[in-house]
């Protein structure tokens, strides 16, 4: 068993705080968040592709980056591990972002 560095648990405590920062103006209005959600899921697809992404996103950490980068003789490249996740983000945002603007994207929304 390893032994995490501070560093480590702060930047964890670091994402979990901003992450906070984006939710807490959605709970300033439950009646609001209520209507929005139940909205969402009644339309068909999309909280399916909610929970497939959620699922993708926290089952990433685990197959991307290995507890012991140096195992096996050879060292994983955690840098380009991360690099592709954070380029495939901006791929599929960037390709959603520009369907919403092109003629007929009414359908998108």
Not at 17 to 44: D, I, T
Not at 98 to 109: H, I, K
Request: aromatic share 12%; charged share 10%; glycine share 10%.
């Amino acid at each position: 068993m390893s032994v995490r560095s501070p560093v480590t648990y702060g930047l964890a405590a670091a994402s979990v705080l901003s992450a906070l920062l984006y939710a807490l103006p959605a709970f300033e209005h439950p009646g609001r968040l209520r209507s929005n959600v139940r909205a969402a899921a009644g339309m068909a697809g999309h909280f399916e592709l909610f929970a497939a992404g959620l699922l993708a996103f926290l089952a990433f950490v685990f197959v991307a980056f290995p507890v012991d980068p140096t195992a096996g003789g050879s060292v994983v490249n955690l840098y380009a591990h991360l690099l592709g996740y954070a380029l495939a983000f901006v791929a599929t945002y960037v390709s959603v972002e520009v369907g919403l603007r092109l003629p007929g994207s009414e359908a998108w929304v």
